[in-house]
Nanobody, 127 residues
Framework: QVQLVESGGGSVQAGGSLRLSCAAS????????LGWFRQAPGKEREGVAT???????NYADAVKGRFTISKDNAKNTLYLQMNSLKPEDTAMYYC?????????????????????WGQGTQVTVSS
C-alpha cells in the first residue's frame, strides 16, 4: 500500500520561507518522477515543480528562482523549499508520484500524469 504524507505547511508573512516534506512508504521515490502541485480555492490544481529519477528538476514560471524541489533517497522523502513567499502562493500543496522515471514540465503536466497523491498541506501567506 502506497502512502505519501506531506508536512511542513503553515502560515507565514510575505517574504518568509517554508519547507514542505513528503514521506513515502510502499513506493521508492528514487525510481520515479515526483512532483509538487498546488490548488488555491476556486482554481484548478497546477504543477509547481517536478524532479526526475536522476534528479533533474523543473519549475513553473511563477515559482522559478524561489522554490527548490529535492529528494533524499535514503529517507525516501521529497522536499519543497519555498523562499520569498508571496500571498499568491497561498494554496493547498500536494506531492505526487508518477509511474515513469521521466517528468513532463510543470507548465504542461496534468494531474493524470501522476498515480499517487498525498493528502495535502496548507500554505497561507499573508501580506
Amino acid at each position: 500500500q502506497v502512502q505519501l504524507v506531506e508536512s511542513g505547511g503553515g502560515s507565514v508573512q510575505a517574504g518568509g520561507s517554508l519547507r514542505l516534506s513528503c514521506a513515502a512508504s510502499g513506493y521508492t521515490l528514487s525510481s520515479y518522477c515526483l512532483g509538487w502541485f498546488r490548488q488555491a480555492p476556486g482554481k484548478e490544481r497546477e504543477g509547481v515543480a517536478t524532479i526526475d529519477s536522476d534528479g533533474s528538476a523543473n519549475y513553473a514560471d511563477a515559482v522559478k528562482g524561489r522554490f527548490t524541489i529535492s529528494k533524499d533517497n535514503a529517507k525516501n522523502t521529497l522536499y519543497l523549499q519555498m523562499n520569498s513567499l508571496k500571498p499568491e502562493d497561498t494554496a493547498m500543496y500536494y506531492c505526487a508520484g508518477g509511474a515513469n522515471w521521466w517528468c513532463i514540465h510543470p507548465s504542461l503536466v496534468s494531474i493524470t500524469d501522476f498515480i499517487y497523491w498525498g493528502q495535502g498541506t496548507q500554505v497561507t501567506v499573508s501580506s
